[in-house]
């Protein structure tokens, strides 16, 4: 694999969730504790941010040209040319010490996306799936922080993290979108760091992002590591394939939590990375009829 590089040294206090689009050619991601959506062209260096209207978890590609984002108890569609902001959905009201956290779609345009106990204290927290429903549907609870929603290239499995508890879950999925056949796929040690965001490649591996571990791994189907690339700065959040082959690595960090003598060591920290790839990732899927029964 080709050396690590800071494709863009924004210092993201909590850079998360990035995806590549392929019609622009760009990596898109957020800054959660700074409120900020950003967008990324790595041929040109052009960037462009948007403030959101409160902390903003993920940002995802919808087919009629939005997005969906995350915000603290909502799913909300963001439109970029206006820069206008539509609450769809509003979820876990009785626990508003939560917000939205990382998020997915399948294949069939279904947004998945999971929520945290601000606080890192109680299991208040969960999964959830939107597709065609009027509403958002809870399929998972259980979790102090949910992380790195993600699927196998088939569809039939399903991934989630219980970051807290560093493991990483694998479920079956039925074609109504049903989970079931919860196995703790990989237990980790508080060593490794905190597993964070996962992205699933072409072959099925899972590249998993660690905060305070200093890099991202990937996985076999099975649960072996199969290789690590380290990075220049402790927390490390999600990774992104894009490039004409998707065969780049984009990947999130953050500043978050990280004091002045940790900084000093570490001046790149929340800045955009980016390295090469044997295997390439998958295409990002696009929402497609999310709430179209409200």
Not at 77 to 92: K, S
Not at 110 to 139: C, H, N, Q, T
Not at 266 to 280: E, I, K, N, R
């Amino acid at each position: 694999m080709a050396s690590v590089e800071c494709v863009w040294p924004l210092q993201a206090d909590l850079g998360e969730g990035p995806f590549w689009s392929a019609a622009e050619k760009s990596v898109w991601f957020v800054d959660i504790v700074e409120r900020r959506i950003h967008r990324f062209e790595p041929d040109t260096g052009r960037h462009q941010s948007w403030t959101a209207p409160a902390k903003v978890s993920f940002v995802l590609p919808e087919a009629r040209g939005s997005f969906l984002v995350g915000l603290p108890g909502a799913v909300a569609r963001f439109h970029a040319g206006t820069g206008a902001f539509e609450i769809l959905a509003r979820v876990e009201g009785d626990y508003p010490q939560n917000r939205l956290n990382d998020a997915g779609i399948d294949r069939r345009g279904r947004l998945w996306f999971g929520s945290m106990d601000e606080d890192s204290r109680r299991k208040s927290a969960a999964i959830y799936r939107w597709g065609a429903e009027p509403a958002p549907v809870l399929v998972d609870a259980g979790y102090c922080i949910s992380n790195g929603p993600a699927f196998s290239p088939d569809g039939r499995a399903f991934y989630a993290t219980d970051t807290l508890d560093y493991v990483l879950y694998r479920f079956a999925v039925g074609e109504d979108g049903a989970l079931g056949h919860k196995t703790p796929l990989i237990r980790f040690k508080p060593e490794d760091g905190f597993p964070d965001g996962t992205t699933v490649d072409a072959e099925g591996c899972l590249w998993v992002a660690f905060w305070g571990g200093w890099c991202v791994r990937r996985f076999s189907p099975d649960g072996r590591q199969v290789a690590e690339v380290k990075l220049p700065c402790a927390h490390v959040t999600k990774l992104a394939f894009g490039g004409d082959a998707l065969r780049t690595a984009y990947v999130t960090t953050a500043r978050h939590g990280l004091g002045p003598q940790d900084l000093a060591g570490q001046p790149l920290a929340g800045g955009l990375f980016a390295f090469a790839v044997d295997v390439p990732g998958l295409p990002q899927p696009m929402a497609d009829g999310v709430g179209a029964e409200q």
